[in-house]
């Protein structure tokens, strides 16, 4: 079963700056794409950012220049930076690791981390 445990999320003024990590149980290289997601108040849950096995990476529009996706395979480990950080970021993020099968896709999610941007 494969476990994944966000952390670095907090309270944080706008223009500021925050890393989120996500640590998984095993190897991130079995994992076809990693992402993050975010669930504010009263809103659906969005993807955020993306990254396949492949290291190829795709951005919501409006996180797009402020934030970054990256993994680090030996730590089994995916980041977020969020730069220039704005109210509307405020949101639980979920970190989700994908496995394509034949004919459906698996995922596992992590439990969240709450991010607060405050004026």
């Known amino acids: 079963q494969v476990q994944l445990v966000e952390s670095g999320g907090g309270l944080v003024q706008a223009g500021g700056s925050l890393r989120l990590s996500c640590a998984a149980s095993?190897?991130?290289?079995?994992?076809?794409?990693m992402g993050w997601y975010r669930q504010a108040p009263g809103e659906q849950r969005e993807l955020v950012a993306k990254?396949?096995?492949?290291?190829?990476?795709n951005y919501a529009d409006s996180v797009k220049g402020r934030f970054t996706i990256s993994r680090d395979n030996a730590k089994n480990t995916m980041y977020l930076e969020m730069n220039s950080l704005k109210r509307e970021d405020t949101a639980v993020y979920y970190c989700?690791?994908?496995?394509?099968?034949?004919?459906?896709?698996?995922?596992?999610w992590g439990q969240g981390t709450q991010v607060t941007v405050s004026s």
């Open positions: 990254i396949t096995k492949g290291g190829s990476t």
């Open positions: 095993g190897s991130i290289l079995s994992f076809n794409a």
């Open positions: 989700a690791a994908e496995f394509y099968l034949p004919n459906r896709v698996v995922d596992y």
